[in-house]
């Protein structure tokens, strides 16, 4: 075994002690365990059988303890003097009431990156109060702009909220304050909050109303389908096909394929014409299978992809020839991303918790 427990990547020898929850806590604690850190789970004891992830809590040391315990307490706070982040999931409040705060983990290691992922924050009216992934969705606004006329919005599963406007900010919090603590050679809190993430996450779309380069009203919101240009359609199968064709150029390579009229690509972006068109369009989608139209667009530029099922997905040729998924501990499961040219990403070996602990306490 090496020093750091045989990880490699660009965080090998970052030290994470991640206190069990669901959800983004565990899932940026992977991010950071496929890209090198060596991260120690604390779970619950008697943890239902329906809470486990084996993907996102892939590649850690786990040790159980009874945080009801003052004994067990203590070691948790043993634990953290040796970490170099610490990442809790629960409400506000919670760690303090358990002896285990921010100020009394940073007492004792004040080079700790101490990370607070929740839903609404530490303040405001909502910060006590429970939510899920659709709450947060629905108070950013971005669940409204997911809908079509007539239609209730989709939620995207928890790909937007919790992993986008969470995990990821989550990470993005810890490897800033890492950074900062070179120069620095302190620790600090960071509060990531889901509402906080998705907000940000929304300037990509909300950037463009002020200059009428997008709509976010239903109807007119090219982004969730209200055009012909960009959307999903039913093929002859019972599959579908997608286009994203909203350059003009692209555009016409899709109408020249798929046989409609190339006209269409002079008034593009009017959108009195895209129902006709979409109804149009779904016409011509009919009358050919998925694998069809894959065949015939996708050695072109007209945008246009297969809408894979999850068990096709490792198997396409753009993600295999990546090596986008890899076998490990039985699973099919999704391989460490970002790439990295000299220290790449691996899929950590589970291993013990207190072995994890002797090495760290040993340097």
Not at 156 to 167: Q, R, T
Not at 207 to 226: D, E, K, Q, Y
Not at 272 to 284: D, N, T
Request: glycine share 12%; hydrophobic share 45%; charged share 20%.
């Amino acid at each position: 075994m090496t020093q750091h427990g045989g990880r490699r990547g660009p965080l090998a020898g970052l030290r994470c002690v991640e206190f069990a929850g669901m959800g983004p806590g565990p899932h940026g604690a992977m991010l950071l365990s496929d890209l090198g850190a060596e991260v120690l789970r604390i779970e619950r004891p008697n943890r239902p059988a329906f809470t486990i992830n084996p993907i996102t809590e892939r590649g850690r040391g786990k040790l159980v303890l009874d945080l009801r315990q003052p004994e067990d307490v203590a070691r948790a706070l043993d634990i953290a003097r040796h970490a170099d982040v610490l990442i809790k999931g629960n409400r506000p409040g919670v760690m303090e009431r358990l002896g285990l705060s921010p100020e009394v983990a940073m007492a004792a290691n004040p080079r700790l990156i101490y990370a607070r992922m929740t839903g609404w924050g530490q303040d405001g009216p909502l910060a006590l109060r429970a939510g899920h992934d659709l709450s947060y969705l629905a108070i950013t606004g971005a669940l409204h702009a997911f809908a079509r006329p007539g239609e209730l919005p989709v939620p995207p599963m928890n790909l937007v909220a919790d992993f986008g406007g969470g995990s990821m900010f989550l990470v993005l919090g810890i490897l800033a304050a890492l950074w900062e603590r070179e120069r620095s050679g302190l620790g600090q809190v960071v509060d990531a909050a889901i509402v906080d993430g998705v907000a940000a996450l929304l300037a990509g779309a909300t950037g463009h109303v002020p200059t009428g380069g997008l709509s976010l009203a239903r109807g007119h919101n090219v982004l969730v389908g209200a055009s012909n240009y960009y959307r999903p359609y039913l093929c002859k199968d019972g599959r579908e096909f997608a286009v994203a064709a909203i350059e003009p150029q692209f555009y016409r390579i899709l109408l020249q394929r798929i046989g409609a009229p190339v006209e269409w690509a002079e008034d593009q972006y009017d959108p009195s014409v895209w129902p006709e068109r979409s109804a149009a369009m779904a016409a011509i989608f009919l009358t050919r299978t998925r694998d069809e139209w894959t065949a015939i667009l996708e050695d072109s530029d007209a945008c246009g992809a297969p809408v894979l099922e999850l068990a096709e997905v490792p198997t396409h040729p753009q993600i295999a020839e990546r090596n986008g998924y890899a076998l490990h501990e039985g699973i099919v499961q999704q391989a460490p991303a970002p790439r990295f040219s000299r220290t790449p990403g691996a899929i950590g070996p589970d291993e013990c918790g207190e072995a994890m602990l002797e090495r760290w306490k040993m340097g």
